[in-house]
């Protein structure tokens, strides 16, 4: 396995810095000393003081510089590229969430399409050497074929978030092929841990407990026939991110899509059983949730599942994180940062 590590030299345009995977993505270069330009418009889709308290972990780094912008606003990000000519971009920020994208879709065709487009452009002006973007397990819809490979059929998304994701990378090609833009797709299975963030169902479900109230399990109940899911802790995913930051596509067109999940699905039920252990521990007594049950909502897919070769071939990536310590990470920080009891 031979790919390059990570340069220092170079300059990172890291957008959704004070998102969850932009943040911890740019403090881990950060105590390499790169040089990160991050990027994030503080959206209030989920709480912004987490927001906030991530860029405050990155702003004693002399080697770090923040704009606060959308990526919709694209004279800004013509002007960003154009002072600081970055060598390698990360495009994190987007609009996320499946159930959101049916509720609000104004959002996600603003940050996901628009937004994509301009960080393309900009590429475009201002040649870089490698653009990596989020993609989402999401483009694979309702496959029943697992574990999902990125040759599979990903033209049938089942929610306007997963459309996005898709069409985000086929703009990303045809860039790739007219302007030799060399850019890699990565395709996020469930990703957990420590400030993350607080739609996602984990998340969710320990918010839920410590206001003393139910979480809904959308399986109908069904236990035989439970969702499953691809759950990634944020350290192996950054892992991942970082060993590909150097490795650019290579070929006619200098595009490819990577999953970038644990290759090791849980059944949802065992996963809340395994969040349960945590907080007991974390907290020192035990904690069970209060359970609702109700249908699949529309958008969900029941199983995410990634086939993980294409990454580890390219790059030698597999995650190392067991969900239980995994899990406990996050209960250990959530019961510190909440002060619950």
Avoid at 129 to 139: F, W
Avoid at 163 to 184: D, G, R, W
Wanted: net charge neutral.
């Amino acid at each position: 396995m031979s790919y390059k590590s990570l340069d220092k030299n170079k300059i990172y345009f890291i957008t959704g810095t004070a998102g969850f995977i932009g943040f911890y993505l740019s403090k881990k270069l950060l105590a390499q000393g790169c040089t990160v330009i991050g990027f994030d418009n503080f959206n209030n889709y989920y709480d912004v003081n987490l927001k906030h308290e991530r860029l405050n972990l990155l702003a004693p780094y002399m080697n770090f510089k923040f704009i606060k912008g959308d990526l919709a606003d694209k004279d800004l990000i013509m002007n960003t590229f154009k002072q600081y000519k970055p060598n390698i971009v990360v495009n994190l920020a987007a609009q996320a969430g499946v159930r959101y994208s049916i509720e609000n879709p104004d959002a996600y065709i603003q940050s996901n399409i628009i937004g994509f487009f301009n960080i393309l452009e900009a590429c475009r002006q201002y040649p870089v050497d490698h653009l990596v973007y989020a993609s989402s397990s999401s483009v694979y819809g309702a496959n029943k074929k697992v574990p999902f490979e990125e040759t599979d059929f990903v033209d049938t998304p089942v929610s306007l978030y997963a459309s996005t994701k898709k069409s985000n990378e086929l703009m990303a090609y045809t860039y790739s092929h007219l302007y030799k833009i060399p850019a890699s797709g990565l395709r996020f299975f469930t990703v957990y841990g420590p400030m993350g963030r607080p739609d996602m169902a984990y998340f969710g479900f320990a918010n839920k407990y410590f206001a003393g109230e139910p979480i809904k399990i959308f399986n109908n109940g069904d236990f035989e026939n439970d969702l499953y899911r691809d759950f990634t802790y944020v350290d192996d995913i950054v892992e991942g991110i970082e060993r590909l930051l150097s490795n650019p596509p290579k070929g006619e067109v200098q595009h490819k899509v990577y999953n970038i999940g644990n290759n090791s699905p849980e059944k949802l039920m065992v996963f809340i059983e395994k969040l349960e252990r945590a907080l007991s521990k974390a907290l020192g007594r035990e904690v069970v949730f209060e359970k609702i049950f109700e249908p699949i909502k529309p958008g969900d897919v029941p199983a995410t599942y990634a086939s993980t070769e294409r990454l580890q071939q390219a790059v030698g990536f597999k995650p190392e994180t067991s969900i239980e310590v995994g899990l406990q990470k996050f209960a250990d920080w959530y019961v510190e940062y909440y002060k619950v009891k």
